[in-house]
C-alpha cells in the first residue's frame, strides 16, 4: 500500500500542470555572446523588451553579419565600431517593421559590465556599448572596475574572479545579475535574494529551434507566487555565453549565476534560452550575432540575423510570447529526474 501510494505521488507530480503569470515588465541580459544577443533581442523588440543587462558585450549589429569583423572590431581590438553605420542599420531596418520603433529605446533601462581583466572582449567594446545606448538617451549603468575576468560575476559560485576559463562563472564577491536586475527593475526587485529552489526549475519547449541551432527546450525559473495565471510577475530573459550550454557545464548556467535567488525574493520569472554546437556554424555553442544561422556554412549569405526576422530571434520571441499567453507546456527538472 505504501508503494503504491508513493508510486501515485511521484505520477501526481510528474503530471501537474502548471501555470506562469507574468506582466508586460520583460527585459534581459547575457554574457559575451549572450550579451550581444541580449542587446538584439532589446532593439529588434524595443516595444515589447523594456531594457537589457549586457555582460562583456557590445551594440547591436556590432559585426555587421562578418565573423572576422566579429573577432576583431568587437572582441579582441574594440575600436572602430561604425555607431553612426549601426545607426543607420536600425532606422533603415525600423521603416522595413524589421526591428520596432527606436524611440522606445529612450529613457530603457541599461546595465553594463566589462571586467578590468577581460582579454576576450576588449572593455573599450562595453564603453561602446554604452555610447550606442547614450545616443538613443537610455538610462544606463555602468560597472567596469571590477578585477574580473571573461566571467559572469557571483558572490561566490565558480572560479577565480579573475580567471578566464570555464564555467565562465567567477567568485568577485559581487552579484551581477542583483544588480543588473535592480536597474533593469527598480520598483520590482527590493528585496535581497532569497535562496533557489530547484523544484522551481522547469523546461518550456522551444519552437522551432532545430532551424535555429537551438535546443528543443529552454530553462524557465518560476518561484511558487508566480504559478498562477493571476501573478502578474516580471519576466527576465537571460542568454548564455559560449561553451555555456549544457553540453559543456551542466545546468551550472541556470543554477549558479544568480538570478534565481533574485526572482525568489522579487517575484520575477527567469528564462534561460538555449542555444546549441553545430560543427560547422557554431563550434563553440554561441548565440548568432554575426550571421551564422543565415547562411549555408560559417559565412552568412544574408543579414536578417539580427532583426525580428532573425531565426533565433523569432524562436526566443516565441517562446516568450508562449509563456506570456498561457500555451507553455512546462516540466519540472526534478520530476524528470524521478522518471529517470
Not at 576588449?122 to 550606442?132: I, L, R, S
Not at 529551434?209 to 537571460?238: D, F, N, R, T
Not at 527538472?333 to 524521478?338: N, R, S, T
Amino acid at each position: 500500500m505504501k508503494l503504491l501510494v508513493s508510486i501515485l505521488a511521484i505520477f501526481l507530480a510528474v503530471s501537474a500542470a502548471v501555470t506562469v503569470g507574468i506582466s508586460d515588465d520583460i527585459t534581459v541580459s547575457g554574457l559575451s555572446s549572450g550579451a550581444f544577443m541580449a542587446v538584439q533581442m532589446h532593439v529588434a523588440n524595443s516595444a515589447t523588451i523594456k531594457g537589457a543587462g549586457v555582460f562583456a558585450g557590445g551594440p547591436f549589429y556590432c559585426a555587421q553579419g562578418q565573423v572576422a569583423t566579429a573577432l576583431t572590431t568587437c572582441m579582441s581590438i574594440g575600436t572602430g565600431i561604425n555607431l553612426a553605420g549601426i545607426k543607420q542599420e536600425i532606422s533603415t531596418q525600423a521603416s522595413k517593421g524589421k526591428v520596432d520603433d527606436p524611440s522606445n529605446l529612450s529613457g530603457s533601462k541599461v546595465f553594463v559590465f566589462s571586467g578590468t581583466a577581460d582579454s576576450t572582449v576588449n572593455p573599450n567594446v562595453n564603453h561602446a556599448t554604452v555610447d550606442f545606448y547614450n545616443g538613443y538617451n537610455a538610462d544606463i549603468k555602468e560597472k567596469f572596475d571590477l578585477n574580473a575576468g571573461h566571467t559572469m560575476p557571483t558572490v561566490d559560485k565558480g572560479i577565480s574572479c579573475g580567471s578566464t576559463q570555464s564555467p565562465y562563472i567567477g567568485k568577485c564577491d559581487y552579484n551581477g545579475a542583483f544588480e543588473a536586475l535592480k536597474h533593469l527593475h527598480p520598483d520590482q526587485v527590493t528585496n535581497e535574494p532569497g535562496s533557489y529552489n530547484p523544484s522551481n526549475l522547469f523546461k518550456v519547449t522551444q519552437s522551432g529551434a532545430s532551424g535555429a541551432i537551438m535546443g528543443s527546450q529552454a530553462y524557465l525559473y518560476v518561484p511558487e507566487k508566480c504559478q498562477s495565471a493571476e501573478a502578474g510577475c516580471s519576466l527576465h530573459v537571460v542568454f548564455h555565453g559560449c561553451q555555456q550550454t549544457t553540453a559543456d557545464i551542466g545546468e551550472k548556467y541556470e543554477t549558479d549565476t544568480g538570478y534565481n535567488e533574485v526572482a525568489e525574493t522579487n517575484d520575477m520569472v527567469i528564462l534561460y534560452p538555449q542555444a546549441t554546437k553545430q560543427i560547422l556554424k557554431n563550434p563553440n555553442g554561441c548565440w548568432d550575432w554575426w550571421g551564422y544561422t543565415d547562411g549555408t556554412s560559417f559565412l552568412p549569405t544574408s543579414k536578417t540575423y539580427h532583426t525580428k526576422e532573425g531565426k533565433q530571434m523569432k524562436v526566443v520571441k516565441s517562446t516568450i510570447d508562449s509563456i506570456s499567453n498561457g500555451t507553455a507546456k512546462l516540466t519540472r527538472v526534478e520530476d524528470e529526474l524521478i522518471k529517470e
